[in-house]
């Protein structure tokens, strides 16, 4: 399984950026998807997720109401639709697939690259 970004870049504050990621290989096995985010020093975050087949999605509090996370299965692709960004949510974001469902945040099998984000004040 690979995982391969189209990816945003540099935004002031308040702008948006869509991250998006395509998986290749063997999908047919994936039981959700996300996108996690690292920041100068700071340890790994989980963001976002969401159900490979089905779209129930489930989001860090301090992106709820502003980032989007959504899939296009015919595409293998997950997106990341990021409105109303802040210079705190400048960071290194990578999509991540699994294929265990105990938890949300923790157990993805598959990493695709790191993109810088950069959100500018």
């Known amino acids: 399984v690979q995982l391969q970004g189209v990816w945003g870049g540099l935004v002031q504050a308040g702008g948006s950026l869509r991250l998006s990621c395509a998986a290749s290989?063997?999908?047919?096995?994936?039981?959700?998807m996300a996108w996690f985010r690292q920041a100068p020093g700071k340890e790994r975050e989980f963001v976002a997720a969401?159900?490979?087949?089905?779209?129930?999605?489930y989001y860090t509090d301090s992106v709820k109401g502003r980032f989007t996370i959504s899939t296009d299965i015919a595409k293998n692709t997950v997106y990341l639709q990021m409105n109303s960004l802040k210079p705190e949510d400048t960071a290194v974001y990578y999509c991540?697939?699994?294929?265990?469902?105990?938890?949300?945040?923790?157990?993805?099998?598959?990493w695709g690259q790191g993109t810088q984000v950069t959100v500018s004040s």
């Open positions: 991540a697939a699994g294929t265990e469902s105990s938890s949300w945040t923790n157990s993805y099998d598959y």
């Open positions: 969401i159900r490979w087949s089905v779209g129930i999605r």
């Open positions: 290989g063997r999908t047919f096995n994936f039981w959700k």
